[in-house]
């Protein structure tokens, strides 16, 4: 059965936003870095610690992805990526200290990214696209910039007017 061209453009609007959604998990931490420093009484390098386990976390697995998605499926790996950032954002806001704060970022954050964007939202969509595949994947790889674009100003506001604790409830949730 063939695919019509329009639902592939579907496909890859929502994979888009898929991709934004989950890019506003890493793009969000620089917004919240501050109000996090005084609600943990820590200095802003203690806090950017979390940033270099998550960093560390992604090159790493992102190693493991593509086995996964060979011997899994790559709707099953991007779905995994999705609960474990969901739940790391629903957990965050409990953490007792900046070191849990950082092993859940950086740990289950990581790995959850990892699964969910990057290799995962490439491979899925350069197997939906014979033509215009160059053209599918640069509109995708722009889903980190067009997030950055669209959520700053939300990013920048929320910590002051909802809290970071709240924010990431709501976008666990979501």
Do not use: E
């Amino acid at each position: 059965m063939r695919t019509s061209p329009r639902m592939k453009w579907f496909v890859l609007l929502f994979t888009f936003v898929f991709a934004i959604g989950m890019n506003s998990f890493r793009n969000s931490f620089q917004f919240f870095m501050l109000p996090m420093a005084d609600a943990f009484h820590a200095d802003r390098s203690l806090i950017s610690v979390s940033v270099s386990i998550f960093m560390i976390t992604t090159g790493i697995v992102q190693f493991f992805v593509g086995f996964f998605i060979d011997r899994f499926s790559v709707r099953k790996i991007m779905a995994l990526g999705a609960v474990c950032i969901s739940a790391s954002f629903l957990v965050l806001p409990y953490s007792p200290n900046v070191h849990v704060f950082s092993a859940i970022y950086g740990v289950l954050g990581g790995i959850g990214y990892s699964c969910a964007v990057g290799v995962t939202t490439q491979y899925f969509i350069s197997r939906w696209f014979d033509r215009h595949k160059g053209l599918a994947l640069a509109i995708l790889t722009n889903a980190n910039s067009a997030g950055l674009l669209l959520l700053s100003p939300i990013w920048a506001a929320a910590p002051y007017h909802a809290g970071w604790q709240s924010t990431y409830t709501i976008l666990g949730i979501v």
